[in-house]
């Protein structure tokens, strides 16, 4: 083979091995989607999974992708990178909400910004901007007087500054009543007290269309709309229907400076499974899945909306594709829609110490049968044999004003927009036609963008990779001859949900743990470092609180912290063999998966060579035994020449090379002077040798012989 060949042979196999260590590397990736999609039933989709052939062309990731930018005008990089900074303000909102003179906090052109004031409230802002360093501050922005929705006869600003949704929802619905009021809610720099038409639920029958879901709901709006009708004078100063009549709406607005009244359009519960899949209850409402989770034995469940469950009487839920019942997707086994078991905002009217009764609108599906794997992802409905384009879930983050959002639904597949508010909203619950009173009040926002259908309820809303909340409601249809009402949507905050789950865990997407040192192939020894890494992609970043747990074959397993970096490392073992271990990403009840690991022993070194003590001399190692030494043989002796009296005496001939000496290595070469012995190399006893020195005594004979001829021949001739 040529040279050339042998370089062109090696080159390949670099390239080769660098592939292959490109191919490592990527795996944990692969092998959690590659996971994720195996354990999906191949009989029925999974919940969490994407769904072919369902209404219209499906949702799938350019579908998301345009979604983004429609509504938002981001790129999906742009939507996930401002998932991460809302679930930043989230965390800071958590420690702003009981400081004396917190307002809000909302997102603005990539910036955080909190409103509020107060020496306490400042001190607290300061020591946060450390952890937000784009954080600002801005002070409340009082009422406008007489503008918006005030009653022309207000007269000047109150002189209250409301300090929460909570406190002020609370002292409406003592002063004047939960009849008409549809939101107290924080927004732009304030708060809003929203009137008007009851809110209705959007559930939907399975009738076939999403416009004749809608209708079915046509008989609670009306309902709603007759119970509410007085409210539409709520606005101009008059007493709420049905309230207590102590106080007006307006009345009680003027009190606060930085309170305004606004009337809306009512809302409805759009009940109608990666979360968004939908589901038919078998009280025969249409729904949507929401997110996976884990209930308190680590079982997998599915979360939706309360309201699907109609109050408990819901007893299982079946997958829907396409109007068309599929398999069993599980029992119902915890709903609840307003104040605990499902309770009204005013349970005992005559209890003036507890007047408004808040909670929420979740239901949990259990019981999940063998075959189907809830994934922690919303899903884009795409292609089912490509389930990485699902968005992943990696934590949740509570709503924050100007946060970006996106839902997913089976009805309205992905719709994005902003939150716009957030604070208490009303719904009628199941009963309201026959029992005005029926009115169900829960934490959650508000969005003018997201736009929504019957059978949405219960979809997930995601902020990049961070679970927000489930839809619970949106904007009514308008009656016959009304105009269409203003668009909007609104979800039920997630972690108000699982606080009253105790015990549940939402599934978190995790990636299978890299070993990066030792290096793939290397050795270990003992006491040494074995570290790695927890890839993020697809996700933004390793959910938060995560762990690799580490089981050396033959010991206790282990959990090891995995930093921000996605980082970790643990301290290999003494042992003489091979070290074999499983590394597993874990995450409360989540796991990646395990990886098993192999790393050779590293060989022991040698014994260093003992030093002598000081002041004794390491003893001189014994000499090697040398080869004879090499010896020229005697030149011949020259024939006599008859001596000539006019001729000069011969040349005596050269001397005899010196004997070495016996313990001399090296062989000595006669008459080259400039040849140093220890430039060349001893290669012991030759036969070479002798005829070499033979052949150069002969030619000393010669050039004697003619130089003496030579003087005879002149001598002649004189």
């Not at 539409?232 to 003027?254: H, Q, Y």
């Not at 508000?446 to 990779?465: A, H």
């Amino acid at each position: 083979m040529s040279p050339a060949s042998v370089r062109r042979y090696l080159s390949l196999g670099a390239v080769a091995g660098i592939l292959v260590s490109s191919a490592y590397v990527a795996a944990p990736a692969w092998a959690a989607d590659g996971q994720a999609a195996a354990t999906a039933s191949p009989e029925a989709p999974a919940a969490g999974t994407p769904v072919a052939g369902t209404q219209g062309s499906g949702l799938s990731e350019a579908a998301l992708d345009d979604a983004v930018q429609r509504d938002l005008g981001l790129t999906r990089e742009q939507f996930t990178a401002a998932g991460g900074l809302g679930a930043q303000a989230a965390a800071a909102a958590a420690q702003l909400r009981d400081v004396p003179g917190y307002a809000g906090i909302r997102l603005d052109d990539g910036h955080v910004v909190v409103t509020g004031s107060g020496p306490e409230f400042l001190a607290k802002v300061a020591a946060l901007a450390g952890t937000l360093p784009d954080l600002a501050v801005e002070a409340p922005q009082a009422r406008r007087a007489g503008g918006g929705a005030q009653s022309s006869g207000e007269a000047g600003e109150g002189s209250q500054l409301a300090v929460s949704t909570e406190q002020l929802f609370q002292a409406y619905v003592r002063d004047v009543g939960p009849e008409g009021l549809q939101a107290v809610m924080a927004a732009d720099g304030k708060f809003v007290i929203r009137t008007g038409a009851l809110n209705a639920p959007e559930s939907a029958r399975p009738s076939g269309t999403a416009a004749a879901d809608a209708t079915t709901t046509d008989a609670t709006t009306a309902a709603a709309r007759t119970a509410g009708g007085a409210t539409a004078g709520a606005a101009t100063g008059t007493t709420a229907a049905g309230g207590s009549g102590r106080v007006s709406p307006a009345d009680f607005v003027a009190r606060y400076a930085n309170v305004e009244l606004d009337g809306a359009a009512p809302l409805r519960s759009e009940a109608d499974v990666p979360g968004g899949v939908g589901y038919i209850a078998d009280t025969g409402w249409i729904c949507s899945t929401g997110f996976s989770a884990f209930d308190p034995a680590g079982l997998p469940a599915v979360l939706s909306a309360g309201h699907c469950a109609s109050d408990g009487q819901a007893a299982t839920a079946t997958l829907e594709f396409q109007f068309v019942r599929k398999d069993q997707l599980g029992e119902f086994g915890f709903s609840q829609f307003g104040g605990p078991g499902n309770s009204r905002i005013i349970e005992n009217p005559v209890d003036p110490d507890n007047p408004g009764n808040v909670g929420t609108d979740i239901s949990v599906i259990h019981n999940i049968p063998e075959g189907l794997d809830p994934l922690p992802a919303a899903s884009t409905w795409g292609d089912p044999s490509e389930p990485g384009p699902d968005v992943k879930i990696i934590g949740t983050a509570d709503p924050v004003l100007g946060m970006p959002i996106c839902r997913s639904g089976r009805t309205s597949a992905w719709s994005c927009g902003t939150v716009d508010a957030v604070g208490i909203y009303v719904v009628p619950g199941p009963d309201f036609a026959a029992d005005p009173t029926d009115l169900r009040a829960f934490r959650g926002f508000l969005s003018y963008g997201v736009q929504s259908s019957g059978g949405d309820s219960g979809g997930p809303y995601v902020s990049g990779n961070y679970a927000v909340g489930t839809h619970a409601a949106g904007d009514a249809p308008p009656a016959p001859g009304e105009p269409a009402p203003a668009n909007f949507a609104v979800g039920a905050t997630l972690s108000e949900s699982l606080a009253v789950l105790p015990g549940y865990q939402l599934e978190l997407f995790l990636n299978k743990p890299a070993v990066s040192s030792p290096a793939p192939g290397g050795t270990y020894e003992p006491g040494q470092a074995i570290s790695g890494n927890v890839p993020a992609a697809p996700a933004s970043a390793v959910a938060p609180g995560s762990t690799v747990k580490i089981t050396v074959e033959g010991k206790d397993p282990v959990e090891v912290p995995v930093d921000a970096a996605g980082t970790w490392s643990f301290t290999a073992p003494e042992g003489n063999g091979p070290l074999r271990f499983t590394a597993e990403t874990a995450n409360g009840f989540s796991t990646s998966g395990g990886v098993e690991f192999e790393f050779a022993r590293a060989a022991a070194e040698p014994p260093a060579p003992e030093q002598p003590a000081p002041g004794n001399p390491a003893p001189e190692p014994p000499a090697p035994e040398q080869p004879n030494p090499i010896v020229p043989a005697d030149p011949a002796p020259v024939p006599a020449v008859p001596a000539d009296p006019a001729a000069p005496a011969p040349a005596a001939p050269a001397p005899a090379a010196p004997q070495p000496p016996a313990d001399a290595g090296t062989v000595v070469v006669p008459f080259d002077a400039g040849t140093s012995p220890a430039d060349l190399a001893n290669t012991g006893p030759s036969g070479l040798i002798p005829a070499a020195m033979a052949a150069a005594a002969a030619l000393a004979v010669g050039i004697i012989l003619t130089v003496l001829v030579r003087r005879r021949s002149r001598r002649s001739a004189k």
